[in-house]
């Protein structure tokens, strides 16, 4: 089995519920208050740690509680975190959610996602071989991810982008990509299919939420139904699947038999409430029967 390079955000998500949104000067009361490891890059590093995989993440957190707890956390599920640095003086990046009646206000602070660097990267990627798989996502300097796609495909490893949030910036990067694994929203921002396979993407596997997802390349072009579940959160599910799906490649499954994996696990992760705590284990993928 191959290893799993993952660079990417580890954030603490602070959600909050709320009857509606205050205005200006305004206090309310709310519900139900949630402290939850977020950032996609962490997500997805624990995603493929507990779908089976072989994993080790690059990324930065403050010298604070909250990074030491995101530490904690992946290292429990069994993400190397040795080149996870820890930054003096600065915060571990935060998201902050008020949810209300279906809708949702999101705050970001970046905090210490927002300096990882080149050489980060290079000591990052110094151990890795050949034929390895390299995963990662845009919450992190677009300058930075696009280095470590195009050091990752020099060393021979495959590369696979989850261009989320989407950021036109990749763009020039995308020629060091083997597979790109978009929504519905971020193929539209980058310009749809046409535009990714001029760039050089060769293979797309474009997430359709509850009508599955689509594997395409040049000539051809099929979408692929996922489990039915009883939804309860969807936050991890797209993380989820990128998790499983670099899993499958990582034990030179084909692409359509790492999808397949990889959507059954994020409709499980559907099933619970939160990000990296919904997201199932190899063991329970392999025994679910909805």
């Given at each position: 089995?191959?290893?799993?390079y ?20 305004e ?8 402290t939850?490891?977020?950032?996609k ?11 089976g ?8 957190v ?28 600065v ?20 905090g ?10 290079d ?14 996502q ?71 939420g509850?009508k ?9 072009a ?9 939804v ?18 990582s034990r ?5 038999k ?14 619970l ?18």
């Amino acid at each position: 089995m191959k290893d799993i390079y993952v660079l990417g955000s580890l954030n603490m998500d602070l959600c909050i519920e709320s009857p509606y949104i205050p205005t200006k000067g305004e206090t309310i009361v709310g519900s139900n208050f949630l402290t939850n490891g977020g950032g996609k890059g962490a997500n997805q590093a624990t995603a493929a740690s507990k779908l089976g995989g072989n994993v080790f993440m690059c990324g930065a957190v403050g010298n604070d509680s909250f990074g030491k707890t995101l530490l904690k956390d992946l290292e429990t599920a069994g993400v190397n975190v040795n080149q996870v640095k820890t930054i003096n003086g600065v915060s571990t990046g935060i998201a902050v959610i008020l949810l209300s009646q279906g809708d949702n206000r999101i705050i970001l602070d970046k905090g210490a996602n927002a300096l990882v660097t080149k050489a980060d990267v290079d000591n990052f990627l110094s151990s890795s071989k050949t034929g390895d798989i390299f995963l990662t996502q845009l919450e992190n300097p677009i300058e930075i991810v696009g280095y470590a796609l195009k050091t990752a495909k020099e060393k021979g490893l495959f590369t696979i982008l989850n261009p989320a949030p989407a950021n036109k910036e990749i763009i020039p990067f995308l020629k060091w990509v083997d597979l790109i694994v978009p929504n519905e929203t971020e193929m539209e921002l980058l310009g749809g299919k046409d535009s990714l396979f001029a760039n050089g993407i060769s293979r797309i596997v474009t997430t359709l939420g509850e009508k599955g997802y689509e594997i395409s390349d040049k000539t051809s072009a099929m979408i692929y139904p996922c489990i039915k579940v009883k939804v309860v959160d969807t936050t991890a599910a797209g993380d989820t699947l990128c998790g499983g799906l670099a899993v499958g490649l990582s034990r030179d499954k084909s692409l359509e038999k790492s999808c397949e994996y990889g959507s059954k696990a994020a409709s499980i992760a559907c099933t619970l409430k939160g990000a990296q705590r919904s997201i199932p284990t190899e063991k329970e993928v392999n025994e679910y029967n909805n």
